[in-house]
C-alpha cells in the first residue's frame, strides 16, 4: 500500500537550537505509525513540522507524491491533514456544537454537509451529542479529547495526527479513546501517533518509531516486538539502537 504522507530525512528546530535530526517517517492508509520517546525527545517538534507550524531545516514532507514542504498549515488541512494538539485544545466558553461549527467554517461548504458531518461526530461520540448545547468547559478533561478528535474530524481527514491525547486521563476514558482511534484506522483512515502508554500503543500501532533526543533510535513494525520492554529499554539507553 502506497504511503499517503512522506516524512523525508527533516532536520529543524528552534531559533539556533537544533530539535530534530534527519527524521524520516511515513504513514498509510488504514495504518497506525506510532512515535514514542520520553519527554524532550522531539516528538512534538516532529508533528509541528509534518503540519508547516515549524519550518524545515533540511529535508521535506511529501503528501500523496507531492512535495508539501512549503505548504502553509491551512492548505495541509484542506488537502487531508488534521492535528489534534496536546493540551485539549476546545474553545471551553463555547458550546460543543459551537465548536464542531466553528471546526467546519472554513473547510466544510453547505449547512447540509456541515450539519451531516457534525451529527456523524455525536454519533462517533455519544456524549457529545447528548450535551451538545453544554459548554464545552462542563466536559471532562477525558470528554474535551474527545471533542478535540471531533473537531479534527470535521473535515474528513485522510491522515489523522495525535500529540498524546491520553496524557493526564483516568484509566477508563484511555481505553475509550483507544477504541475511538482503533475504529478510525478501521475506516481506511492513516493515523499518526505519538504517545508515552507503551502497552496499550503497541497493541494499535502498525509501524513504530522511538525518538530520543531529536534522533531515530529504533524503527520495527509492531508485529516484531514481542514484548513491550524492548521499546522501554531504548527509551532509556538500556538497549543498543536498533534500525529495521
Not at 498549515?73 to 488537502?79: D, E, G, L, S
Not at 531529536?214 to 508485529?223: I, N
Request: charged letters at 20%; proline letters at 5%; zero cysteines.
Amino acid at each position: 500500500m502506497n504511503d499517503l504522507l512522506e516524512i523525508e530525512g527533516i532536520s529543524t528546530g528552534y531559533g539556533d537550537i537544533q530539535a530534530l535530526w534527519d527524521v524520516s517517517i511515513s504513514v498509510a492508509p488504514g495504518r497506525a505509525t506510532v512515535v514514542l520517546g520520553p519527554n524532550g525527545a522531539g516528538k512534538t517538534t516532529a508533528l509541528s513540522a509534518t503540519m508547516g507550524l515549524l519550518p524545515l531545516w533540511t529535508g521535506r514532507i511529501r503528501w500523496r507524491g507531492r512535495d508539501i514542504s512549503g505548504v502553509p498549515p491551512y492548505h495541509r488541512i484542506k488537502q487531508g491533514l488534521a492535528l489534534v494538539q496536546e493540551g485539549k485544545r476546545v474553545f471551553k466558553k463555547r458550546t460543543i456544537e459551537e465548536n464542531l461549527l466553528i471546526a467546519a467554517y472554513t473547510t466544510v461548504r453547505g449547512r447540509r454537509e456541515t450539519r451531516r458531518r457534525i451529527e456523524e461526530q455525536y454519533a462517533r461520540f455519544p456524549v457529545l451529542g447528548d450535551r451538545r448545547h453544554k459548554p464545552a468547559a462542563t466536559l471532562s478533561g477525558g470528554e474535551q479529547q474527545m471533542l478535540a478528535i471531533a473537531q479534527a474530524l470535521i473535515p474528513n481527514p485522510s491522515i489523522l495526527i495525535l500529540d498524546e491525547p491520553t496524557a493526564g486521563l483516568a484509566p477508563v476514558i484511555v481505553k475509550q479513546l483507544f477504541e475511538a482511534i482503533a475504529a478510525l484506522k478501521a475506516e481506511g483512515r492513516g493515523i499518526l501517533l505519538v504517545e508515552q502508554v507503551v502497552h496499550q500503543t503497541l497493541q494499535l500501532a502498525d509501524d513504530v518509531i522511538v525518538l530520543n533526543v531529536g534522533h531515530v533510535v529504533h524503527r520495527a513494525r509492531a508485529s516484531e516486538i514481542t514484548d513491550a520492554s524492548v521499546i522501554e529499554e531504548v527509551y532509556f539507553g538500556a538497549r543498543p539502537v536498533i534500525q529495521a
